[in-house]
């Protein structure tokens, strides 16, 4: 009888220059200096520019404490200067290490603690206290066009490019640092795999998270000769707007996580004779619904990307016109998978079990952390990370994400330990008892924090959690209750909690119903009163539009700045017409 064929599955095999990401970029302004690279704050910038001014940015840099193999932390509003901030810091030889301004306080501390940055660079004036170089929006290039625009400086090809820090179940962040010959091999992969033959340029979006490891995409674009159009925050938060902006700069090329591709494909992304060419999705599990509709979708290519903050952005692909459901597909060049038992032995091609990556994909290390690189990163034979990702091989090689072998969660991209929030819950005064966990499923999942208070309430320590934690991480609800259930051996029954998504309906009136249905379905919810405030029970930004959106096509005239004012079911249904609470729910 034959051996069960094993599940490992290789990448193509490709040479790897030795040179640093931003040398890339270089090489491409040599090529093409005139050639326009990047259109942010309203203005073009071509090749040459943009390698002219991250270079004087570079020797600022260098001047202000900056030294090669140091990390340079970033907190940039979304300006141009949020792309010449890490090509300067690739310059400087120095580690590139990304903070949104909009973290709270404490985070951004915490993570530059443990990173110890050697300088600290922005343009928002309300951090110009804890940075070490303050860029004006306005006068920027006054403040650096006197220094030396030589690109002689650049980073080690063999060292790391920047630190990214991610959710952690210990309840603090941990820094993942990624090398540049990572991002190197991610640009082989994007250019063997998306790259047009003949060097025609394409005009590419970029609506990602500065602080988001997807966010490395469009930039690796960019030192293929491509137009990087940034999307400023105002538009990529409204995907209607985002839809308009697309259309206006007539782009080719959308990455964003399934919930916000969808949510933009309902305002019309693939209407009319401007739309996109190629649509890119990663950060989470694409649904069924979604996978279908774009592989309907006439004249589109559509890929699905799979990977770990600790695998450089993505680690397989797979073209939704490859297969009917989902699947995360095969591995990028020059990386492995494996699908292992609990004895890191490979399992047969069909059976489920923990998926393994090798390869150059790899991050160097977690920062100043390293038990942990050695236990998630050192596997024999060969250097390997254990993603934590149930998977499945299926006999053309292709994988299908099968979930979680922990209670790591993705919400709206981001990767989320529950363990962190708790930690962060149990941190704040008049909490005795925590236990957070996720509920729901694709776009409606959120965090649900079950609390025992000594004092206040379940809405105060929502409040107090929004000081200390990003928004990501907050829970869409804290439920106070008398005491934690405990099974029989006296530990938390998780099982036992009551779900905020279960409980019975209340009575509504007819315009207040109207707007509860979009609530309940966009929410995943039915516990939804007059008083449900949308933002309260999960709602972000991409939710808000869409429910927008359903409202009016209910025959409800209502914008996306009406959700963002009247937050509540009550308030919402004001704006209901006479006769509309008839309409179609």
Not at 254 to 261: F, L
């Amino acid at each position: 009888m034959p051996e069960p064929r094993l599940s490992i599955v290789d990448g193509v095999n490709r040479r790897l220059p030795r040179t640093s990401w931003s040398a890339l970029i270089e090489r491409r302004a040599a090529l093409s200096p005139q050639r326009v690279a990047l259109v942010a704050d309203g203005a073009a910038w071509t090749f040459s520019e943009l390698t002219r001014w991250s270079a004087r940015l570079a020797r600022l840099l260098r001047a202000s404490g900056a030294r090669p193999g140091s990390v340079a932390a970033c907190a940039m509003s979304r300006s141009a200067l949020a792309v010449l901030a890490p090509l300067a810091v690739a310059k400087a030889g120095a580690v590139y290490l990304p903070v949104d301004p909009a973290w709270p306080g404490e985070r951004v501390a915490t993570i530059l603690a443990e990173a110890r940055p050697s300088v600290f660079l922005t343009d928002v004036p309300r951090l110009g206290r804890q940075a070490d170089v303050v860029l004006t929006p306005d006068g920027w290039q006054a403040q650096i066009s006197p220094y030396d625009a030589d690109p002689g400086l650049d980073g080690s090809s063999d060292g790391p490019a920047y630190v990214l820090y991610t959710s952690g179940s210990t309840g603090l962040p941990k820094g993942v640092v990624v090398g540049h010959r990572s991002l190197v091999n991610l640009y082989g992969e994007l250019a063997a795999r998306f790259f047009p033959p003949g060097g025609k340029a394409r005009r590419v979006a970029h609506g990602l998270p500065l602080a988001f490891d997807a966010s490395w995409d469009p930039l690796l674009w960019l030192a293929g000769g491509h137009e990087v159009h940034l999307v400023p925050d105002e538009v990529r938060a409204d995907p209607e707007r985002y839809v308009r902006f697309i259309r206006d700069h007539r782009l080719s090329v959308v990455e964003a996580v399934p919930a916000h591709m969808a949510a933009m494909l309902d305002t019309g992304l693939l209407t009319g004779d401007e739309r996109p060419e190629l649509l890119l999705m990663g950060g989470e599990a694409i649904g069924r619904e979604l996978w279908s509709r774009l592989r309907a979708a006439p004249g589109l290519t559509a890929v699905n990307l799979y990977g770990p903050t600790e695998c450089t952005v993505f680690t397989t692909a797979c073209p939704l016109a490859d297969r009917d459901t989902p699947a995360i597909g095969r591995p990028i060049g020059n990386t492995g998978v494996r699908v292992v038992d609990a004895a890191l032995r490979p399992v047969p091609v069909g059976e489920p079990g923990e998926l393994v990556v090798t390869g150059a994909c790899l991050a160097l290390e977690y920062f100043g952390r390293p038990e942990l690189t050695a236990d998630r990163f050192g596997i024999a034979p060969h250097r390997a990370y254990r993603t934590g990702d149930l998977c499945r091989c299926l006999p053309d090689g292709r994988l299908e994400w099968l979930g979680r072998l922990d209670d790591q969660v993705k919400i709206r991209g981001y990767r989320v330990e529950p363990g962190e929030v708790e930690h962060a819950t149990l941190a704040l005064p008049g909490v005795r008892q925590a236990v957070v966990r996720a509920e729901g499923a694709g776009s409606t999942l959120r965090l649900v924090a079950y609390v025992v208070l000594d004092r206040g309430t379940g809405e105060d320590v929502r409040t107090r959690l929004r000081h200390v934690l990003p928004d990501h991480l907050v829970p869409s609800a804290v439920i106070a209750l008398d005491a934690l259930p405990l099974g029989p051996h006296g530990k938390i029954d998780r099982s036992a909690l009551p779900s905020i998504a279960r409980t019975p309906r209340p009575v509504l009136t007819a315009p207040e119903e109207l707007v509860a249905a979009p609530f309940r379905d966009l929410l995943g919810i039915l516990d939804v009163h007059a008083h449900s405030d949308f933002f309260a029970l999960g709602g972000h930004s991409l939710s808000a539009a869409a429910l927008a959106g359903r409202l009016r096509a209910r025959g409800v005239p209502c914008s996306l700045r009406d959700v963002l004012r009247r937050r509540t079911v009550a308030r919402l249904a004001e704006l209901v017409p006479i006769g509309a609470e008839g309409a179609k729910r």
